[in-house]
């Protein structure tokens, strides 16, 4: 029901709807980022929307994501006493974007938009590092750039053969527990080898 209303305000105002649902999806929604940014793949199959500037309304609001959790961490969140509060989700986002930074440095940045909770801490932590927008944006946007571009048209393709969209977000959603899954068993068994070097 949730989707037909979205769907019903993009049909009505277009592409301005577009950009604020993905730009209040990126933040808010309860799905992952990337079935947004399918179905934007999927709605510039439709009617409603051309391919082009589809896709440039969603980069638009994934910059608008990336540059205000840079803006909280560089203007908001040098208060001391925000660092402090340990129980704040966005105090956790920005300790798990620091060990990314102190790891990699810029490079975190690089791949940071294909991991989930990744994408909200980094930027954000960069923020507080004190480095550069402009660095940042070079780096992480770019990121963004093609972890958009490779979802989009997954979205895309299958909008061209799948009509129905609440199939059309079952398979998605099939698709990345089935990601997920191999992920975890990835890492299962590098935990397992790793144990067993340090049991030698």
Known sequence: MDSLIFIDFIWKYGYIALFFIMAIGLFFFPVPNEILLMSGGLLATTKMLDPLPTFLVIYSSILLHGTLLYVIGYAVFQ???????????????????????????????????????????????????????????????????????????????????IRDWSTFVQQLIYSLVAIVAVVIVFQIVKRRKHRQRRML
């Open 79 to 161: 208060n001391t006493k925000l660092e402090k509060d340990n129980q704040s989700i966005w105090y956790s986002r920005a300790v798990k974007g620091k060990e990314l930074l102190d790891q990699y440095g810029l490079k975190a940045a690089s791949f940071s938009y294909f991991f989930p909770f990744v994408r909200h801490a980094v930027p954000f932590s960069i923020g507080m590092s004190g480095i550069t927008y402009r660095l940042f944006a070079i780096i992480g946007f770019s990121s963004a750039f093609a972890w958009l571009s490779f979802y989009f048209f997954i979205g895309f393709y299958y909008g061209n053969s």
